[in-house]
């Protein structure tokens, strides 16, 4: 295989809604570029892409296929994407690592969520957008409709390179207006057969040809001096337009397919070859220390790994980006996030299950390779003197959380170990070990996600695997002052044990003042502030510990054990053995024994001052608060509200994006546990949202009353 300069090399993502079409559009461009003999298909199970099992068996892509054509002395490095919401994390990685999208429109729905939500992630990435209107050959299909709900959701930058002559069953042909040509097709499809343009389509064409020219001219000062001149620019010219208004997005072109009939497909990628820009036309990339950095074959090796696929009788198979330099087989690289070196063993040009050998990859190239010893997705591997770093791909927070646990305890380990590596597939399923909850939560991007995670996990890895709700991470804290004080004390032959603490605590905030003085049943205590700590909680809010012990009652020496027993009755709060938050606690007198007393008695003694006086405080629980934006169709919108109304969700506003609508709420955790499943049941799946953690909020007193209870009983359940 040719090595490719840079400046031959261009990185495109293929993304689009669950069901457009990508996968079979993935088919007709490998076959258009001689790469395979025959075009599969998903219900055939054939296709390059959506090759592991899991794909095969729910009919969707869940991991981005990477593979490559050769097309017209260029190489395209293509990443076919999944499309369900729930798989977003492959193509948030694509977008990453390219520098052009193609996303695929639906012919028989138009834009949809998924739509937008990809085309939101191009925005926030800067990158280029391509629209493709696929299955034109569908009854439902109107093109002029869709174009003008396009132009509606993401402005007039939206402009047509080709139309089609008509839709439906008897779609065969386009009018292209960039060459002026129509393109029609035999049934089979493949290559097109090139006409002028019919008399009846002329007036059309030109009309689509003029606005086409205008969207070009506007990008280049040049252009517009000619445009303004002549009304026309040469196809040359237009191509030039095109380029630099993909890169500044100033234009979104649009073309015509017919994926499965591989209708277009082979015009699309002459296109796609001879316009879109290549790497070095798009802005550097920028490391972790604000150095952008360009991608040059001379400068010194530098490689980001942005996916990691296991593979039966291979292992794993580690994607890469060359983001500088030149890499060849043999090379002995450093990683710098692990401080460990590693040797390139074979390279690979990617195509899908197979993989090429090749000698070397130049900046800006997509390869892969195996057996490394030590590398993890996101990681970087640097050449001598080199120590650049790169972390520029941000996955979106978790919606869909479950604890998970092995059938059989014994395959525990084996259970975590699986996990972990699912996680280097898809970093979307976040792993975490709740100390807080005991339990091991698997946290991903819906209720398919995890479904997904599950079957590999019994099918590919054996290990039967049961799903529970989570708990909630609940908080408790006090609402009022309270005072209370206790001695500890044990002789048991020798030195014994002696301690007594008093102490008053009160909630706290931020910024409060330093107390001065507390009336406590008709009794006045005096706060001589004698040692002050702020211990910032792992689990949020605060604990401000105060010493006001005067008169020598309780050495200074104590004071750490003093403060270690109230943090260990902060770890579990006295109503449901949640963890405490915004206390102030003021340890004001005690007494101490010349030869018994020691940091154990000092520890204990705190520990049940505390948790007497915190019981009489006033104390509430706690719950987290999330902010949750939902995307809806308007039509969905009032079964949505009413269904979060239910949810004790507090609707923040609402706003129109694009065509949608798009609700700002606050809801508690506990109520977004099986939310993308409702979600998706009442808009038949049309509809996204985000969470973002905002505030813990005290529960409801009826609510508050429950968790008690719930908490008693399973305390009872333990002992028994």
């Not at 520098?99 to 695929?104: H, I, K, P, S, Y």
């Not at 277009?264 to 952008?292: S, Y």
């Not at 700002?664 to 499943?677: D, M």
Request: charged share 25%; hydrophobic share 35%; glycine share 8%.
């Amino acid at each position: 295989m040719k090595v490719y300069q840079t400046n031959e090399i261009k990185n495109i993502a293929l993304v689009g809604s669950a069901g457009s079409g990508k996968t079979t559009l993935a088919e007709s461009m490998l076959f258009e570029a001689g790469v395979i003999k025959r075009r599969g298909t998903v219900e055939s199970k054939n296709t390059v892409s959506d090759y592991f099992p899991v794909e095969q068996e729910y009919g969707y892509s869940v991991f981005p296929t990477v593979f490559h054509v050769e097309w017209n002395n260029k190489k395209l490095n293509i990443i076919d994407c999944p499309g369900a919401d729930d798989f977003v994390g492959g193509a948030i990685t694509a977008l990453n690592v390219t520098d052009q999208a193609l996303l695929l429109i639906n012919g028989q729905y138009g834009p949809e969520v998924g739509t937008q939500n990809t085309f939101r992630y191009t925005e926030k990435l800067k990158k280029p957008v391509i629209f493709l209107v696929n299955q034109l050959d569908s009854e439902k299909c109107d093109f002029e409709m869709i174009v003008n709900g396009m132009k509606e959701i993401y402005g007039q930058k939206c402009v047509p390179v080709q139309y089609p002559i008509q839709t439906g069953p008897n779609f065969n042909a386009v009018i292209d207006v960039l060459l002026m040509k129509k393109y029609s097709w035999k049934p089979e499809g493949g290559a097109p057969i090139i006409e002028e343009i019919p008399e009846e389509e002329k007036e059309k064409a030109l009309s689509y040809h003029k606005a086409l020219v205008e969207a070009a001219a506007e990008n280049d000062e040049q252009l517009m001096e000619k445009f303004f001149e002549s009304e026309s620019l040469t196809e040359d010219e237009m191509r030039e337009g095109i380029r630099k208004g993909l890169v500044t997005r100033s234009i979104f072109p649009i073309f015509c397919v017919c994926a499965e009939k591989d209708m277009g497909v082979r015009r699309l990628m002459e296109f796609l070859g001879n316009v879109v820009p290549f790497v070095t036309d798009m802005p550097k990339a920028v490391n972790t220390a604000g150095e952008e950095i360009a991608p040059d074959a001379n400068a010194p090796e530098s490689v980001y790994f942005f996916k990691t696929g296991v593979e039966p009788h291979i292992g794993e198979v580690s994607y890469f980006k060359v983001m500088s330099g030149t890499i060849k087989t043999g090379d002995d690289l450093t990683n710098v996030d692990r401080n460990s070196k590693e040797r390139i063993g074979q390279l690979y040009a990617c195509a899908g299950a197979n993989r090429i050998p090749v000698d070397q990859l130049n900046a800006g190239d997509l390869g892969c390779t195996v057996k490394l010893k030590d590398v993890k997705t996101g990681n970087t591997l640097n050449g001598k003197d080199c120590e650049w770093k790169f972390d520029f791909i941000k996955y979106p927070n978790s919606k869909y959380s479950r604890a998970i646990k092995a059938a059989n305890t014994a395959d525990t380990e084996k259970l975590m170990a699986a996990v972990l590596k699912m996680h280097q597939e898809d970093p979307t399923w976040v792993i975490e070990q709740s100390k807080e909850l005991r339990q091991t939560i698997v946290h991903g991007q819906g209720e398919f996600h995890l479904r997904t995670l599950k079957w590999r996990l019994e099918n590919n890895e054996k290990i039967q695997t049961l799903f529970e709700e989570p708990k909630i991470p609940y908080r408790e804290t006090i609402t009022k002052i309270a005072r209370a004080d206790y001695r500890h004390k044990k002789q048991s032959g020798g030195a014994g044990q002696f301690g007594e603490v008093h102490l008053i605590v009160e909630p706290y905030t931020d910024g409060m003042p330093d107390p001065t003085t507390y009336k406590l049943g008709g009794q006045e205590f005096k706060v001589n502030l004698k040692g002050k700590e702020e211990v910032t909680l792992d689990w949020g809010g605060k604990l401000v510990f105060i010493n006001s012990v005067v008169g020598g009652a309780i050495d200074t020496r104590f004071m750490p054990a003093i403060l270690k027993g109230v943090m260990d009755r902060m770890e579990q709060g006295p109503l449901t053995g949640s963890y405490a938050r915004d206390v102030r606690v003021i340890v004001y007198d005690g007494k101490m024994h010349p030869v018994d007393s020691n940091e154990l008695s000092f520890m204990l003694a705190a520990r049940n001052a505390f948790s007497a006086a915190f019981k009489e405080a006033g104390p509430k629980i706690l719950e987290p608060i999330y902010d949750l934006e939902v995307l809806v169709p308007a039509d969905y919108m009032g079964d949505v509200m009413s269904d979060l109304q239910g949810r004790r969700a507090i609707i923040m506003g609402m706003d129109s994006e694009a065509g949608y609508q798009k609700l700002n709420a606050k809801i508690p955790l506990k109520e977004l546990a099986n939310y993308s499943i409702s979600l998706s049941s009442l808009t038949g799946g049309r509809a996204s949202f985000n969470t973002k953690f905002s505030s813990y909020e005290l529960v409801p007193n009826e609510i508050q009353q429950q968790l008690i209870k719930e908490h008693e009983e399973d305390a009872a359940n333990e002992e028994d």
